[in-house]
Structure formats: C-alpha cells, structure tokens
C-alpha cells in the first residue's frame, strides 16, 4: 500500500456525511446561531443575562450524559443543514460538487462581525479553511491536513447578505493538493481569494 492509496486511513477517523440528522437539529442549530448573535448585540436590563444563562445551563443538562465518540454526533456532517449543523460554522451549503470543484453559498451574521458591520477577518480563513477540506474530501483525497491557507482581502465582507464562494484543486505532487478559491456579492463583486495546501495523511500520523 502506497501512502496515497485510499486505504491509507491512517490515525485519523473514518467520518461519514449523516445524511438524515436526527430531529430537530436544524432548529436547534438555528436557535443556537441566533442566540450567538443575540450576545453580541443586546444590552438587556435587570436580570435578563442571569435569566439567560439559566435556561441555557437547562439546556446543556438535557443534552449531557448523552455525548458519543466523534463521527458520530450529526453535527459538523449534517449534508444539507448551514455549516453542516455546527453551531460554529457559518450558515454556508454547497450547492455543486463537480470536475471543476465545489460551490457554496451562505451568509455571515451579526456573531461574525469583527467591526463596523463587516466580517471578523479571522471568520474567512475559517470558512475557507472548511471550502478547502470539502473540496479534497468530494475529489475523493482524505485524509488530510492543512499545511497552509492565504488569503487575500480583496474588499471588506459585509454581514447579512447572500454570497458565493468557489473552491478547485489547482495542483497535486503526490500527498500534496494546492487549492484556489474565492467568495463573491451576489452582484459578482469579489471579496476575497485564497489559495492553500492540504497534505494527504501518511498511515501513522493522526
């Protein structure tokens, strides 16, 4: 077996797409979502934060005891919800798949700004970090690593509106796969670019 065979799992975990999320994910995750951008933006008065934090600790105590191994747990591989039901994703889905790469649309919200309205510039490596492992994961190529991730800021990216992002392979030299992507206004502006390497995992590495 070569270190580029597909056999080659290594010591990371074999992760699945869970393709029918268990009920009520989606809105859970809607919920949560909502709830970081209610943080960051409310200034309420009285006891409403300790009133808050009550009924989020009644939440964590009915989903405690109830943890499971990673890959198993929906979130992060719910294929269809935003951000693949991570409460810490942004809510981006793919929208194609194909010889050309992967498409994704989505927004950024109020839990994303870093000042004046526009996105944490820390928030887009992340979504791109996320782009780059969907485009080596549908080519088939995983597991792999990030070894690195540039990206460009081309013009400020704003919160609340519909945008597009495309990412492709540009290159592979045997475990290494060089990607390219970029993320777009609906009216075709161009926000951002990156470009990046993801290393195939040799068996022994986790």
């Not at 492992?133 to 990206?151: D, E, K």
Request: glycine residues 12%; aromatic residues 6%.
């Amino acid at each position: 077996m070569t270190d580029t065979a597909p056999e080659a799992q290594g010591g990371f975990p074999i992760i699945e797409p869970a393709n029918h999320p268990h009920p009520g994910l989606d809105r859970f995750v809607t919920e949560l979502r909502r709830l970081h951008d209610l943080a960051v933006c409310t200034d309420p008065e009285g006891s409403a934060w300790a009133a808050a934090a009550g009924h989020i600790a009644d939440a964590c105590a009915l989903l405690d005891g109830n943890q499971v191994p990673e890959g198993v747990a929906p979130a992060g591989r719910a294929i269809g919800l935003p951000g693949l039901g991570h409460p810490l994703l942004p809510p981006w889905v793919m929208t194609g798949s194909d010889a050309e790469g992967v498409r994704m649309r989505g927004h950024f919200t109020r839990a994303h700004v870093g000042g004046n309205d526009a996105v944490h510039g820390g928030m887009i490596p992340l979504f791109y970090d996320w782009l780059f492992g969907m485009v080596v994961s549908t080519a088939g190529i995983r597991p792999t690593r990030t070894a690195y991730l540039h990206v460009d800021y081309r013009k400020v990216t704003p919160i609340d509106e519909p945008l597009t992002a495309h990412g492709r392979i540009t290159g592979v030299e045997g475990r290494k796969v060089f990607i390219s992507a970029s993320m777009t206004c609906a009216d075709g502006t161009l926000r951002s670019e990156a470009n990046g390497l993801m290393v195939r995992l040799l068996p022994h590495q986790p």
